[in-house]
């Protein structure tokens, strides 16, 4: 379990330290170059074309830079003990961790100090190993050395030489601007500068020992290494011989048993660590005030929030030691979650092709000295988050949501900073005043502080700088640039004061710092988290069927957890709980029903009861409120009572059984170990060796005994492998192994990740979709939210750019104008746009005037739409066009979403790939996009996103100009397919409408550009009655989306004119999307499973209308049409506001609540044709009124008289202020309006008794009509008061000009 620190099954037994090393040179081999790779690189990237300078950048620059500056080939010199069952040492891993950059060599005119990193080794299991690393320089006794540096420098000084005086075309230009410029700048300087002379100069070389310990003690090896370091370097012999002390920390130092301290001795004093207890956060001895110090507050949150949504994070600095501690700082604070994926806090220069992997990535880069991050090429940055630590610097991602409750957060945790004196927005903040402050003042405090020496000299230096006349210039000018030096001045004044700080008190407070940080974040998530367990779906009987189906299996119920939050929260965890760090959570939960429990899953379940147990009135549902964290001080307490009394000491180091004689002191040089009195351990079990075996024996045993139940162990094993790395495309690069066929191994392992998620991705977006589908059709109930829907798109987006980014071979350097100096670069924008580029080359003389000309030709029929050419450039065009995207990485996405609305993503892409002459020039064989079979499963998975409807572009940029096209399909045969009048249209969407239009004369099609309406609701159609040929019966309108080649028709089956059918000049007309295939299917009635409830085509026409062939229904299935009707107005109101969809359809539509309301008072209505004339009915409206209005004259006391008075008052207000308003509305558009005012303002319970009661119902309606039932009217005004509770806001369409 990564980094829980509790040894797994057959673990070590509890051995503070597994391994004693010894890196440097290889006296027999002589001077290696780091890497024989590096020229076979070189060459490499000259065959693809690749400028020499980027190749140079990514292999170890060895051939033009000074030897002394050239890296050279280290080696492991001795390891003891040999090896360790539980932990077996992996020698090739250690010397490149122990060394990344190879041996240096230094002369006495150059820096030595020693300097400490640490790394980390992570298996392909996820389990841990820590190493500490102490590097020094030793001086060279070996003359065969001394001479071939000797000869490698008058080689170099020739060949800049003739560099230097060769002509511009020389081929060596191109290497020579790649040189450092204090390289480059004259020949006398290349002289100069790094020479070595053996008769005149002394040459050093790196060597380094380290501790490699199972937990990350790093405090304690830090001492242990120095002491042991200066027993070397002191002028007087260590006590005891140093094996002594190397064989004592092997073997007879035990690790400090949970929740207690241990004293253990090195050469000089004794070092304490301690270890949390079982219910306390997991060990981390990383300060995480340097983390604060080095990015700054504000900064740190916002790489923390990129790791939790696992993007893809490159560490970048100078010093390994601040790679090491930020990576571990952050990834400690993910509590209760960890990390899964590739992790490598030191990147070695020779694993570089990691950078490629398109997998989430926690990687750390040494940067060059002098190197700008500018001329990092790196194969993706879309989903990149860039951390350059030395310049607390980030470079974000485009698009992620922000952490909960982020600005109260940033306030806890600087408030904790502040206690303990430390600034929050870090130290030193980098304008260009405060870099030549560092660089001058600070630089040997920032070595001294990273590199750890020994702590009394960094406070010697403040001693010496505080008295300096430089120092208080710099302090002035500081002070004028707005740089804070406090950290230079508060040391000194708290000396004075306390006198001498000491060591430990320094090392408590950052203990103490540490844990209270640390229980800030923690209680986030508890917080966060407090409910999680209720949603956890628990659905398999045992381990064995959860195992092997746990890939189709749902075990957390995300939906309804997301439902349960407050809304600021739910952009952050939505893609959260989409993450493999969740998942894993999730599943040790399900899995500690039949196994111990992951400890961090137990510290975490205990802190959700303690909270629980507290609250206990706290109401159910989850608010937005931040509770601050209330442990800080329990946390730092029982730290400091730990290291304040000593649980246990160790054995004392002693004389060992050594061969007299050997391994003679010698100031300065490490001395040759005897092996075999370190390769073994002491043969008596102490008592903390035989304390743990006896724990062993037991936990073995339970082991034993759950493997016969259960499964064979070979076989549980495996499935619990699969089942962990579900998602996991590789969890860790193999380090020691690099040879080309690993290498290629790897680089298959994943194309079948990227395979594989592809797969799982599209099933999620399906079944999810599929389901919210099915839902508005009447069966099941949705596990989808709109919200949910945009994460889901959105890791689908990372999952191409991923995809596109694998085995990339030019790194966006196509056309340095168009893009470079964007922020995001785009693999799959990159690609597109070359292919554009090839394509329009060809397109220019062909292709253009054929579109146009079958254009023309379909318009000129005007009864339907033109088909819209599919076309991958077009989209990219209209991509282009949008002003609102800045970035690559931003069109990339918007093209993607707006494939994926369209139905042609997979087309799209195949399209794309078809040119395999691009593919082949802008990938690498062993690249995603290369392997053939791959691609086609991948292109199939995607095309299967074409069963569901997405309106994923349309809802997301919803400010863009789109053209729109409409047609107006009048039904030729009863009516003239043109009219004289002056016809104009209005179409309204989710999120606007256009305004009126006027039709040109004579055409029955029309384009126009506006801002995206949504998905569109009504089109308003009418004219102005002038010419003799006014009377127009419309069929349909046809509105077409041009962008996204969404189709609406809007049935009307209506007359427009006066003195025919209801005398209507207007009408508003209801849509609903067809699906676009082809041409010929616009016409018919063409269903998709709809996203918005609409009407069919066969628009219901008015019992009175014409044709008056419409079959009555009986008065069951008009009540039964009501109930249904106000249920589904009351269901649109109980969904989560984002994805109710539209009311209008609900009101207005087919089955909307004003049809059903037509059919109720048709029921028994006296229609016969009076005088020839049609009676509507709006006709018992009015006559309604006018009796209300004589009738209300009557003087009439009685105070159940009054409510009826005032609603008579309102009904008749409502209905003269319909028939009053500025439009030609026919009869039946009367009657809509009235009955959306009244569903409205809440009045239409209040109005049907009036109109059941009055007089006129008898002469216009038969004796058994429904309006003259009493029974029938009591429970319709009961169903309509069901609708008192919600408040209706109508489309501004639907009530025009009515004022009331």
């Known amino acids: 379990m990564s980094g829980s620190g509790a040894p797994g099954p057959g673990a070590a037994p509890c051995r503070f330290a597994h391994y004693f090393v010894l890196c440097g040179i290889d006296a027999e081999s002589g001077l290696e170059p780091d890497e024989l790779a590096v020229l076979y690189k070189w060459l490499q990237a000259d065959l693809h074309g690749k400028s020499s300078d980027t190749a140079d950048k990514t292999s170890g620059e060895n051939f033009d830079q000074s030897p002394l500056r050239r890296t050279f080939k280290s080696k492991v010199l001795a390891h003891y003990p040999q090896n360790i069952e539980w932990n077996p040492f992996d020698q090739d891993a250690v010397n490149m961790l122990c060394m990344p950059k190879g041996l240096s060599f230094r002369t006495q005119a150059d820096n030595r100090d020693p300097q400490l990193h640490s790394f980390i080794i992570t298996r392909e299991d996820g389990s841990r190993t820590y190493g500490f690393v102490l590097t020094f320089y030793e001086e060279v006794t070996s003359k065969q050395i001394c001479t071939a540096m000797q000869t490698l420098y008058q080689m170099h000084n020739a060949e800049q030489y003739s560099s230097v005086c060769a002509s511009s075309s020389c081929s060596m230009d191109s290497l020579a601007s790649s040189i450092d410029e204090g390289d480059a700048t004259s020949l006398a300087k290349l002289q100069r500068y790094n020479s070595y002379d053996i008769s005149r100069d002394t040459l050093y070389v790196s060597k380094c020992i380290c501790l490699i310990t199972p937990l990350p003690f790093m405090q304690a090896c830090k001492k242990f290494l120095i002491q042991l370091y200066k027993a070397v370097t002191s002028q007087q012999p260590p006590p005891l011989p140093l094996e002594s002390y190397i064989h004592n920390i092997l073997y007879e130092v035990p690790l400090p048993p949970p929740g207690r301290s241990l004293k253990f001795y090195g050469v000089y004093e004794p070092i304490i660590c301690q270890r949390p207890g079982p219910n306390e956060l997991p060990l981390s001895d990383y300060p995480l005030r340097e983390v604060f110090e080095l990015l700054g507050l504000e900064n740190l949150v916002q790489v923390f929030t990129c790791v939790l949504l696992e993007m893809q994070i490159l560490l970048y600095s100078q010093d390994y030691q601040r790679l090491m501690t930020v990576a571990e700082g952050i990834t400690t604070l993910l509590f209760p979650f960890q990390w899964q994926h590739v992790y490598v806090p030191i990147l070695p220069a020779s694993l570089l092709h990691f950078l490629d992997a398109p997998v989430p990535y926690l990687m750390g880069l040494q940067s060059k000295e002098g190197t700008d991050r500018s001329k990092l090429e790196l194969p993706q940055e879309a989903n990149l988050c860039f951390v350059d630590i030395d310049n607390h610097f980030i470079e974000l991602p485009e698009e992620f949501p922000q952490f909960p409750n982020k600005l109260e957060f940033i306030q806890e945790i600087s408030e904790v900073l502040l206690q303990f004196g430390i600034p929050p927005e870090g130290n030193l903040h980098c304008s260009d005043s405060a870099t030549k402050l560092k660089n001058l003042v600070l630089s040997d405090l920032v070595n001294d502080k990273k590199n750890g020496n020994i702590p009394s000299n960094a406070l010697n230096m403040y001693e010496l700088l505080k008295g300096n006349e430089t120092i208080a210039r710099l302090q002035a000018l500081a002070k004028r640039t707005g740089v804070t030096m406090e950290k230079i001045t508060t040391p000194l004044t708290e000396k004075e004061k306390e006198g001498k700080l000491s060591c430990e008190e320094l090392e408590l407070r950052d203990y103490k710092l540490n844990v209270q940080l640390r229980e800030v974040f923690a209680n986030r998530f508890t917080q966060m988290f407090a409910d999680y367990e209720a949603f956890v779906i628990q659905a398999a009987p045992d381990m064995e069927s959860w195992l092997t189906n746990r890939e189709q299996m749902q075990n957390f119920d995300k939906a309804s957890f997301l439902s349960d939050q407050p809304e600021p929260y739910l952009p952050f965890l939505s893609h959260f709980i989409e993450t493999q760090m969740f998942a894993t959570f999730i599943d040790n939960k399900i899995i500690s029903q039949w196994e111990e429990k992951d400890p961090f899953l137990r510290v975490f379940d205990s802190r959700i009861e303690k909270i629980k147990l507290y609250n206990v009135r706290a109401p159910a549902l989850r608010t937005s409120n931040y509770q601050k964290c209330s442990t800080l001080k329990e946390a730092a307490q029982s730290i400091e009572q730990r290291l304040m009394k000593i649980d246990h000491t160790a054995i004392h180091p002693h ?646």
């Open 655 to 1300: 004389l060992l059984d050594m061969k007299i004689g050997q391994g003679k002191y010698e100031q300065g040089f490490f001395p040759k170990l005897q092996s075999d009195v370190l390769a073994t351990g002491p043969t008596n079990n102490n008592r903390w060796a035989s304390r743990s075996t006896t724990t062993q024996r037991r936990k073995d045993r339970l082991r034993q005994h759950s493997e016969h139940i259960g499964l064979d162990n070979d076989l549980r094993e495996k499935y619990m492998q699969e089942a962990r790395s579900l998602g996991k495309n590789l969890r860790q690069p193999k380090l020691s192994d690099l040879s080309p066929a690993v290498i290629a191994q790897t680089n298959w392992k994943f194309v079948e990740g990227l395979l594989k998620e592809c797969r799982m991705k599209t099933k999620r977006m399906l079944v999810e979709k599929m389901g919210h589908e099915a839902v508005e059709l009447g069966h099941g109930e949705a596990n989808i939210t709109g919200l949910e829907e945009n994460t889901l798109i959105a890791s689908l987006c990372d999952l191409l750019e991923r995809i596109w980014s694998h085995g990339l071979q030019v790194k966006q350097k196509e056309n340095p104008e168009r893009g470079q100096r964007n922020k995001g670069k785009s693999a799959l924008w990159s690609h597109l746009l070359q292919y554009q580029e090839r394509e329009e080359k060809q397109e220019h003389s062909a292709e253009s005037p054929v579109a146009v000309g079958t254009e023309r030709r379909k318009s000129d029929t005007g009864i339907t739409l033109p088909t819209l050419r599919v076309s991958l450039i077009q989209d990219m065009r209209h991509v282009q066009n949008m002003s609102e995207i800045k970035t690559d990485v931003g069109r990339a996405r918007a093209w993607i979403r707006l494939s994926l609305e369209k139905k042609l993503l997979s087309q799209h892409l195949k399209q794309l790939l078809s040119n395999q002459a691009l593919a082949k020039k802008l990938y690498k064989r062993y690249a995603f996009l290369r392997c053939e079979e791959e691609r086609e499963q991948f292109l199939y998975h995607l095309l299967s996103l074409n069963a569901v409807d997405y309106f994923c572009f349309t809802s997301v940029f919803t400010t863009i100009m789109i053209p729109y096209r409409s047609v107006i399909i009048p039904i030729k045969k009863l009516s003239n397919a043109i009219t004289t009048s002056n016809p104009w249209i209005c179409v309204s969407g989710e999120l606007g409408d256009t305004g009126v239009m006027q039709i040109p004369k004579n055409h029955l099609e029309m384009t126009f550009e506006c801002q995206n309406l949504g998905k569109l609701t009504t089109v308003q159609i009418g004219h102005d009655n002038s010419g003799l040929l006014a009377k127009w019966l419309v069929d349909c309108v046809m509105v077409r989306n041009e962008i996204t080649g969404h189709t609406y028709k809007f049935p009307c089956g209506r007359w427009l004119g006066k003195g025919v059918d209801d005398g209507s000049l207007e009408r508003i007309l209801i849509g609903e999307l067809v699906s676009s295939t082809s041409d010929e299917e616009l016409g018919k009635q063409c269903r998709t499973p709809p996203q918005q409830k609409s009407p069919t085509v066969a628009r219901r026409l008015s019992i009175t209308s014409l044709t008056g062939r419409n079959t009555k229904p009986n008065a069951g299935q008009i009540q039964e049409g009501i109930g249904e009707a106000v249920n589904n107005i009351v269901k649109h109101f109980h969904k989560p506001e984002k994805e109710r969809g539209s009311l209008t359809i609900l009101l207005c539509g087919e089955n909307g609540l004003v049809a059903a309301l037509e059919q109720v008072f048709h029921h028994g209505f006296k229609s016969a044709r009076i005088f020839h004339k049609n009676v509507f009915i709006w006709d018992f409206i009015e006559k309604a009124v006018a009796y209300f209005e004589t009738s209300d004259q009557i003087g009439d006391n009685e105070e159940a008289l009054l409510l009826q008075r005032s609603s008579c008052k309102t009904f008749c207000h409502y209905v003269n202020a319909i028939n009053t308003a500025p439009r030609n509305i026919g009869k039946d558009g009367k009657f809509q309006i009235l009955v959306c005012l009244g569903t409205r303002d809440h009045l239409l319970s209040q109005w049907i008794p009036l109109l059941a009661e009055c007089p006129p119902i008898t002469r216009m309606y038969e004796e058994n009509a429904l309006l003259r039932d009493r029974m029938t009217v009591n429970s319709l005004i009961r169903v309509l008061q069901t609708l008192q509770d919600f408040n209706i806001i109508l489309e501004g369409s639907l009530i025009k000009g009515v004022d009331v």
